[in-house]
């Protein structure tokens, strides 16, 4: 039986995500996209909850959204920018705020079970493209 070299896993280290660093990450994805609008973590309203699910929003489970997807022409411009939960972001996908609040409010009249159930299909299904 050939030997078997235990490989030691090397330790990850853990990075607190701040809102200094994830607005930096947010600040590359616009730089990325051509535009030349900054966002600047200390002046930014993000707001305590999420729009569409109102749980808390705190730096790990924030993301940027725009309130009309890029792909349907929407633009970086902070008149666009959304902050909401990144579950409600994949779930949104390329919807309008205003086409995926209609949507969740058609889902939740569904029963919890359902809206879950429906939600984590979509999200799956954005991803294939
Ligand atoms: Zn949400």
Same mark, same amino acid.
């Given at each position: 039986?050939? !030997?078997?070299? *235990? ?6 280290? +853990? ?7 994830? +607005? ?7 730089? !990325?996209?051509?535009? #030349?609008?900054? %966002? #600047? @973590?200390? /002046?930014? #309203?993000?707001?305590? !909850? $999420? /729009? @569409? ?21 929407? !633009?970086?411009?902070?008149?666009? @920018? *959304? =902050?909401?939960? =990144?579950? $409600? ?14 949507? +969740?409010?058609?889902?939740?009249? %569904?029963?919890? @079970? ?16």
């Amino acid at each position: 039986m050939a !030997k078997k070299k *235990r490989k030691r896993k090397k330790k990850r280290k +853990v990075i607190p995500m701040t809102w200094a660093r994830k +607005v930096s990450n947010w600040n590359s994805g616009i730089k !990325k996209r051509g535009s #030349d609008l900054r %966002l #600047d @973590y200390k /002046t930014l #309203d993000i707001p305590e !909850k $999420c /729009t @569409y699910c109102e749980v808390k929003l705190v730096p790990r489970n924030t993301s940027l959204d725009h309130n009309l997807p890029i792909q349907r022409g929407g !633009k970086d411009s902070m008149s666009n @920018y *959304r =902050f909401i939960c =990144f579950p $409600c972001n994949r779930s949104k996908g390329t919807l309008t705020g205003e086409e995926y609040l209609n949507l +969740v409010i058609v889902l939740n009249s %569904l029963g919890k @079970y359902t809206r879950n159930l429906i939600l984590r299909k979509l999200r799956s299904a954005w991803r294939i493209r």
